[in-house]
């Protein structure tokens, strides 16, 4: 499937956190007021940090989502480098989002055994309404590394287990590229002018793990001008 994008450039990097958080909001309600949930697959780092923050202060049903992870670091659950943690840090844990809405990755139970726990979960999961995403240097998402396995067969585990990565901790779990692009919307969230590259490199059509998300409505990605590059 051919990869749509729509890009939406912002003059700072405060701009990207509040579109986005507004962003997030909208597609949120609209889902609830649709289908009664909302199924949203969260990233880590610093630019998500910044939403998580915005998302404190949203007007929605909390009860109604329903939360996921892209990938996670396997370390203990407690870790300053979890993803979770960071997010539950910075928004779920000032909002009323119950423990039973969340499902953090088990990664501290190794790349294994935590890919094999979080596939069988998402047998369980329909498509996600947004798949919320961040963009490497090197273009990775997720855990997902270039010249590793992005998982894009649908015939594939829905969760890889991800060892030696080329950023620390080496060891992860990731969703597969396959169970990402099943949602009906993906959201890049791009602040700095060190990703300049990595954007570069997806605007002249390389092949890079980002060019591998294509959920069905599309992706959007919400950047600073400062890391926009022309194709």
């Known amino acids: 499937m051919k990869q749509l994008c729509r890009w939406h450039i912002y003059p700072t990097a405060g701009d990207v956190y509040a ?11 609209r889902r609830i007021e649709e289908m009664g949930a909302f199924r949203i ?19 929605t049903d909390w009860p109604a989502w329903r939360i996921y992870w892209g990938d996670e670091r396997c370390v203990p659950p407690d870790h300053p ?7 539950f840090g910075e928004w779920l844990d000032h909002v ?15 790349p294994e055994e935590g890919a094999r726990r979080y596939g069988e979960l998402m047998r369980e999961v329909e498509e996600f309404d947004l798949v919320l995403l961040g963009l490497g240097e090197d273009g990775h998402v997720a855990s997902l590394f270039p010249g590793r396995e992005w998982g894009l067969s649908p015939r594939g585990p829905a969760a890889l287990p991800v060892r030696g990565s080329p ?21 890049f969230m791009l602040t700095g002018e060190g990703k300049r590259g990595a954007v570069s490199a997806w ?29």
Not at 47 to 54: C, D, F, G, I, S
Not at 211 to 227: F, K, M, N, Q, Y
């Open 96 to 110: 009323p989002v119950g423990a039973e809405q969340a499902f953090p990755i088990p990664a501290e139970l190794g």
């Open 41 to 59: 697959v969260l990233t880590g780092g610093a630019t998500a940090r910044q939403v998580y923050r915005k998302l404190r202060g949203i007007d």
């Open 167 to 187: 950023k620390p901790p080496p060891d992860r779990v990731s969703l597969s590229a396959w169970r990402l692009s099943l949602a009906q919307q993906a959201m």
């Open 203 to 231: 605007r002249s059509g390389e092949k890079i793990p980002a060019t591998a998300i294509v959920p069905a409505g599309g992706v959007d990605v919400l950047l600073e001008r400062a890391c926009f590059v022309e194709a």
């Open 19 to 29: 579109h986005a958080a507004a962003a997030i909001a909208r597609i949120a309600n």
């Open 81 to 87: 480098e979890r993803n979770s943690r960071m997010a």
